[in-house]
């Protein structure tokens, strides 16, 4: 019977113990590293800063018997479809076989703005000028009230609460 051959030990280094070998870093060490995840988070924040910026602005608007509210601020009945407000914000409402035309003039943040809107059968029309610059709206009936179009592209959500055909002659969410 013949012997078995000798037993040679290999010496292969394992886990680096050689020079010569590179370690690799694992992808999960990697994705935890703090730039990664600081860029993650900036990411996260600027979504939601483009979320926010372009999110609809929601107005809310009632005429009851106790006058017209806009936003929190009441203008009180004066009689004869005229309201006006502490700060000399002023609403008039001119109900007609024709339609209902309302015009507002007021201060919105600092800046002169009248109004008029003329209530149709499929929604209402709009004129403003804001510290003497002219523009248009178009609001369309909703479930909650007004959806209102800007000439200039901007949109705004008048949520109408006591009396579902209330004008809102006023540029709101500008």
């Given at each position: 019977?013949a012997?078995?051959?000798e ?7 394992l ?5 010569h070998v ?6 999960r ?7 990664v995840?600081?860029?993650?988070v900036?990411?996260?924040a600027?979504?939601?800063g ?8 929601r107005v809310?608007v009632?005429?009851d018997?106790?006058g017209y509210?806009?936003d929190?601020?009441r ?6 479809g005229?309201?006006e407000g502490p ?11 024709q339609g209902t035309?309302?015009?507002a003039?007021a201060?919105?943040?600092g800046?002169h ?21 002219a523009?248009t709206?178009s609001d369309e ?5 007004w959806?209102?179009?800007y000439s200039?592209g ?19 969410g500008r």
């Amino acid at each position: 019977m013949a012997e078995p051959p000798e037993r040679q030990d290999l010496s292969i280094p394992l886990g680096g113990l050689s020079r010569h070998v590179v370690r690799r870093r694992r992808m999960r060490r990697t994705l935890l590293s703090w730039p990664v995840l600081a860029a993650i988070v900036g990411a996260g924040a600027a979504l939601a800063g483009v979320l926010l910026a372009t999110a609809e602005p929601r107005v809310e608007v009632r005429l009851d018997a106790a006058g017209y509210q806009i936003d929190g601020e009441r203008l009180g009945v004066r009689g004869a479809g005229t309201y006006e407000g502490p700060g000399g914000a002023a609403l008039v409402i001119v109900r007609r076989a024709q339609g209902t035309v309302a015009g507002a003039s007021a201060l919105l943040d600092g800046r002169h703005m009248t109004g008029r809107c003329e209530l149709g059968a499929d929604g209402e029309s709009c004129s403003f000028t804001l510290d003497g610059g002219a523009l248009t709206a178009s609001d369309e009936r909703t479930s909650y009230g007004w959806h209102r179009r800007y000439s200039d592209g901007r949109t705004v959500a008048i949520l109408l609460t006591g009396e579902r055909d209330a004008p809102v002659p006023f540029a709101v969410g500008r």
